[in-house]
């Protein structure tokens, strides 16, 4: 008989046994390579159905195929798979789903952005859907080079201050008088030259950044508890100015840019994260109270939150559907959604571009019209699987700024997702935020992908982290195996 200690410590006895340390071994050098094949063969589907979904827009628009918009979205699936690459070169143990979740839905974006450019007979260059893959294009790039230069997410903790001045600058830039512009009544664009973006969607990012390195150092302090009020702790009365500083900041933006989407965003972002830090419910009583008292004082003082509050309660009001920027966008869409019904008008045979502004605001509503309640649902279900594959990251972590970064990016997309569906159902009052991946415009995109890219390199890393785990192997008695 062989010595039971010698199989403990996993060393082979005889021929033909192998160790459990062994196979553990074997096995870790398997999963990155199975990963990758994994999220190779999806990303390969995802692309086939973005450009299937271009034909058929095709196919129910004009009638017949056009070729340029198929080449273009084909070239832009091989800069994709050229990320995939790059990802099992330095990234082999990142998560197998993110990139073609979002491959999917940005290719669903372009498909449906093109469809609404055949409508208003928008073609070549000029038109949205061919901008859109270029933006695309330029996103994937960013976030090959984001995957390459950030070799380990815990670099990041060191720039926290300039993530922070990088955010602040990023938000007051549409303010200055010569480059900031307003569009649809909302100060939000910076104009330099021919081109035009929203720095407060990058600043989402930069933000995320700072707010997980600023928790992981002031939590200790933040999760001090004061007076007890109705069975449970609030935090002392010290502990409130960086809440207080957030939800000002958040109000400012209301006020001065007229984005209630936005401030909203900014503030649950905060408010989520320094939930998770601290673990204390009273936090999230505390800013969800905040935001009430903020939003029913915005709703009588600041003409434009009424209007959407106004717009929200009474869409069908004659008044209010007649007016300049009333409920005309909003009762549309929803009439879209009711034309497209259970099943959808399909891809080119709806009318979508009666509703004002719905390659980006109301894209929602338009592929709900041709993609139907199913569409969707498969929609959104994408957005629930990347969410939570984003959570499942954050907290696989061993850092703490780590889990709070992976928590913070994730949940800005679940946040905005919910405020843009929200607004378009009536669910909400109606905001001016982007659905990620999806909506016209190339910042979005861009800090999307950067997000994306961000929770790639997180996955990786926590993948990759020493774990000892005891286990006991099958026949031999318990052993210590180190993976």
């Known amino acids: 008989m062989p010595n039971s200690a010698s199989r403990t410590l996993g060393t082979p006895v005889e021929a033909g046994v192998r160790s459990p340390l062994t196979t553990s071994i074997r096995l870790k050098l398997r999963v990155p390579a199975r990963l990758?094949?994994?999220?190779?063969?999806?990303?390969?589907?995802?692309?086939?159905i973005n450009i299937a979904a271009i034909s058929l827009v095709q196919l129910g628009a004009i009638g017949h195929l056009e070729f340029t918009a198929i080449g273009l979205d084909a070239l832009l699936g091989v800069l994709i798979v050229a990320l995939h690459v790059t990802l099992r070169v330095v990234a082999p143990d990142a998560d197998p789903l993110i990139l073609p979740i979002i491959t999917l839905l940005n290719g669903l974006g372009i498909a449906m952005i093109y469809r609404l450019d055949l409508a208003d007979k928008s073609y070549g260059w000029g038109s949205?859907?061919?901008?859109?893959?270029?933006w695309t294009a330029i996103a994937v790039g960013?976030?090959?080079?984001?995957?390459?230069?950030?070799?380990?997410?815990?670099?990041l903790q060191r720039y926290r201050f300039v993530?922070?001045?990088?955010?602040?600058?990023?938000l007051l830039l549409p303010m200055l008088p010569i480059v900031g512009s307003a569009k649809?009544?909302?100060?939000?664009?910076?104009?330099?030259?021919?081109?035009?973006?929203?720095?407060?969607?990058?600043?989402?990012?930069?933000?995320?950044?700072?707010?997980?390195?600023?928790?992981?150092?002031?939590?200790?302090?933040?999760?001090?508890?004061?007076?007890?009020?109705?069975?449970?702790?609030?935090?002392?009365?010290?502990?409130?100015?960086?809440?207080?500083?957030?939800f000002a900041s958040s109000m400012l933006v209301l006020v001065f840019q007229h984005d209630l989407g936005v401030a909203l965003l900014y503030f649950g972002l905060f408010l989520v994260m320094l939930y998770v830090a601290t673990g204390r419910g009273s936090w999230v009583v505390l800013g969800l109270s905040m935001l009430v008292v903020g939003g029913a004082i915005a709703s009588q003082v600041l003409s434009y939150v009424n209007g959407r509050f106004a717009t929200w309660l009474n869409p069908f009001d004659p008044k209010i559907y007649d007016e300049q920027g009333g409920s005309y966008q909003l009762v549309q869409g929803l009439f879209g959604f009711a034309n497209g019904?259970?099943?959808?008008?399909?891809?080119?045979?709806?009318?979508?571009?009666?509703?004002?502004?719905?390659?980006?605001?109301?894209?929602?509503?338009?592929?709900?019209?041709?993609?139907?309640?199913?569409?969707?649902?498969?929609?959104?279900g994408l957005y629930l699987l990347f969410v939570s594959r984003g959570f499942r990251i954050a907290f696989a972590g061993q850092d703490d700024f780590g889990r709070l970064l992976g928590v913070g990016l994730s949940f800005a997309i679940a946040l905005q997702v919910f405020v843009v569906v929200g607004g378009v159902t009536r669910v909400i009052p109606l905001?001016?935020?982007?659905?990620?991946?999806?909506?016209?415009?190339?910042?979005?995109?861009?800090?999307?992908?950067?997000i994306a890219a961000l929770l790639l390199r997180l996955s990786d890393t926590v993948r990759n982290q020493p774990r000892l785990i005891v286990e006991a192997a099958p026949d031999v008695g318990a052993g210590m195996v180190v993976r």
Request: net charge positive; charged share 15%.
């Open 36 to 48: 990758r094949n994994l999220e190779l063969a999806l990303v390969l589907l995802a692309i086939a």
């Open 128 to 134: 949205a859907g061919i901008r859109q893959i270029l």
């Open 142 to 155: 960013i976030a090959i080079a984001v995957v390459i230069v950030v070799r380990n997410h815990r670099v």
């Open 163 to 170: 993530a922070m001045f990088v955010g602040i600058v990023l």
């Open 184 to 246: 649809n009544g909302a100060r939000l664009w910076v104009d330099i030259g021919p081109f035009s973006f929203q720095p407060g969607e990058l600043a989402k990012v930069a933000l995320a950044i700072f707010f997980a390195g600023y928790l992981v150092t002031a939590r200790d302090s933040l999760s001090m508890v004061g007076r007890r009020i109705l069975g449970m702790r609030f935090p002392r009365a010290r502990d409130l100015g960086p809440i207080l500083v957030v």
């Open 341 to 380: 019904g259970l099943l959808g008008t399909g891809l080119g045979r709806g009318r979508p571009d009666i509703t004002p502004l719905a390659n980006s605001d109301y894209i929602i509503a338009a592929l709900g019209e041709e993609l139907g309640l199913i569409g969707i649902f498969a929609i959104l």
């Open 431 to 450: 905001t001016g935020l982007t659905t990620p991946f999806l909506a016209a415009g190339g910042s979005s995109l861009v800090a999307n992908w950067i």
